[in-house]
């Protein structure tokens, strides 16, 4: 099979090639595991904290990506769930122990064991893979391979984000950064609180004529002040001074939510301009989103099933995918990119 590797960590430039495509056997689905022909994979900033080394695989060569979406292919023992040729998607959530309080509470992303597909096992950058069954997701047949990728991750985080962001009917909602989870935030938002009004702060002016384009309230950049102040903020940039700007634009009591695995160091100086009295006073909270737990990507898939919720995709074969990243790197985004393996 043909199959992207990572073998070494690196900054990515505008001529980087940092996977190399290469043959690779077939795997074969251990004990509890299934067998998946990779038809679609989403590209998510995730891949890229992993080339640059702020998120280090867990071992090297590696096959990266964690939206996946496929055909069963095969059944190792004491896996029951799936049979042949069901469609089914894997996202960022790999496994966890299983027995702590976390697990048992339906809390896995907080798990110490917690692994991630692409970072700690071979993830979906390939014609084929495998994926623990309880990692599996049956995918609904209303959405195309391609729509349903980003769902898996970028979709799932951003639903568990606007859980957590607290944001009701009527309230006013902050973006920070808008690619593929923010784009889908917006979505989600129209169809199941179609009375919040959103407000979008990008870095460049073709995310925010797509944030206006998508039904955004109001666009400015990364360090503007909103019309009014916001009930909460969900960001979901690499970086650190939309956070710091960001907590100037909420209310008192209002609730900043970090959608992010990872900030770049390079942007660490930002923290320092946080003045207490105009950035977090007046009970103003931070909380970050860690990972995504199993229950976020089956409720997401099935809300965005009933509403009918699709991203914008821009696709690319196999062979594209380290321009796919270059691009993405240099935020060149509008919606979600996904590997096709056709």
């Known amino acids: 099979m043909k199959a992207l590797f990572l073998r070494k960590m690196q900054n990515i430039g505008p001529d980087s090639r940092p996977l190399d495509l290469l043959e690779t056997p077939i795997p074969s689905p251990g004990p509890g595991e299934v067998l998946i022909r990779v038809a679609a994979c989403g590209i998510c900033h995730t891949e890229l904290d992993e080339i640059e080394g702020r998120l280090p695989p867990a071992f090297l060569p590696i096959i990266l990506g964690h939206q996946v979406v496929g055909r069963i292919e095969g059944c190792g023992s004491g896996a029951a769930h799936f049979k042949s040729g069901d469609r089914v998607g894997v996202g960022w959530f790999s496994d ?33 893979m495998t994926a623990p069954e309880k990692s599996v997701f049956a995918m609904p047949d209303s959405f195309s391979d391609l729509d349903a990728a980003p769902l898996l991750c970028a979709g799932a985080i951003g639903y568990r984000s606007l859980k957590l962001s607290g944001i009701g009917e009527g309230g006013c909602l902050g973006l920070t950064g808008f690619g593929a989870s923010g784009h889908l935030i917006l979505r989600l938002l129209r169809k199941t609180r179609p009375g919040t009004r959103v407000f979008v702060f990008a870095r460049n002016e073709n995310e925010r004529r797509f944030a206006l384009e998508s039904g955004a309230a109001w666009a400015g950049g990364t360090d503007a002040e909103s019309p009014e102040k916001l009930d909460a903020v969900v960001d979901t940039t690499p970086v650190w001074t939309p956070v710091v700007e960001a907590l100037k634009n909420l209310k008192a009591g209002g609730r900043l939510v970090i959608n992010a695995i990872r900030k770049e160091e390079s942007d660490k100086e930002s923290l320092l301009r946080i003045d207490y009295p105009s950035h977090l006073w007046m009970e103003k909270e931070v909380k970050t989103v860690a990972n995504v737990a199993p229950s976020d990507i089956a409720e997401f898939l099935s809300v965005a099933a009933e509403m009918s919720i699709r991203p914008d995709v821009r696709t690319y074969s196999l062979d594209q995918a380290n321009r796919a990243l270059v691009e993405l790197k240099e935020g060149l985004i509008r919606g979600a990119k996904v590997l096709r393996m056709d």
């Open 96 to 128: 966890s122990c299983g027995a702590c309080a976390f697990c048992r509470s339906g809390f896995e992303n907080l798990c110490r064991q917690y692994q991630a597909t692409g970072r700690d096992r071979h993830g979906g950058y390939a014609e084929y």
